[in-house]
């Protein structure tokens, strides 16, 4: 089992949809990561949390510390929200472990 | 733009070859991260400096090495290369020593031939 795990894949949204990406990781962490990187091949870091939730503008990001788990929300997505969004996570050894990514897709 | 310039975005060279990799943190921030991303592994953390002092190691390898100068600006090297070593290296900046948000440069693309 990989430590840092994101759902789904791939998914393919219409424009105005409310989207969800899903990561479960399983070592203890003092951060969590969210990274946006687009087609050609930039990276933003989007959020970066330790507990709760965070907004900003269209992006929601929550974290849940005892299930190992977080989401990050898209509402109202728009095409240029299409990239990949990668889920990474910081151990109590300074480590980062990152996961496979979700490629997002936004229809018009 | 995020304020982090990585040189030289592109670089071509051959197997047992060495390279250095540069990167300008941005303006106020006292730490570099160094990442790589290859297409069957995807992002891996390599080294993070902190102020010139190496604050925290990942999956780097022996062959590769990193420094921080006086002017906090980092410098990749990479020795001895071998073609799994073709990826994007991305190098990041922030401004404390831990949990706190990155800026990314735009990477530079290392081709092994």
């Known amino acids: 089992k990989n430590e840092v795990e994101q759902s789904p894949q791939n998914l393919t949204a219409q424009e105005g949809e409310f989207i969800t990406i899903n990561c479960s990781y399983s070592?203890?962490?003092?951060?969590l990561h969210w990274l946006q990187q687009h087609p050609g091949g930039g990276i933003v870091s989007l959020f970066m949390?330790?507990?709760g939730k965070k907004k900003h503008g269209r992006l929601i990001a929550t974290i849940n510390i005892q299930e190992k788990h977080s989401s990050l929300h898209i509402t109202a997505s728009h095409p240029r929200d299409s990239a990949v969004y990668i889920c990474?996570?910081?151990?109590?050894?300074?480590?980062?472990?990152f996961g496979p990514g979700t490629r997002l897709s936004v229809l018009p | 733009d995020s304020g982090v310039t990585q040189t030289p975005k592109h670089l071509i060279t051959a197997t047992g070859q060495r390279v250095t990799l540069r990167c300008s943190p941005r303006?106020?921030?006292?730490?570099v991260y160094w990442y790589q991303q290859s297409l069957d592994q995807g992002l891996q953390f390599l080294i993070q400096?902190?102020?010139?002092?190496?604050?925290a190691k990942g999956n780097i390898l022996e062959r590769f090495s990193a420094q921080q100068f006086p002017d906090l600006h980092s410098e990749l090297n990479l020795s001895s290369l071998e073609l799994g070593d073709s990826a994007l290296y991305f190098c990041?900046?922030?401004?404390?020593?831990?949990?706190?948000?990155?800026?990314f440069g735009d990477g530079t693309r290392l081709s092994i031939l």
């Open positions: 303006s106020g921030d006292l730490s």
């Open positions: 949390l330790s507990s």
């Open positions: 990041a900046s922030s401004a404390g020593t831990s949990n706190q948000p990155q800026h």
């Open positions: 990474a996570v910081r151990g109590y050894g300074q480590n980062f472990v």
């Open positions: 400096y902190y102020n010139g002092e190496e604050r």
């Open positions: 070592v203890g962490i003092s951060a």
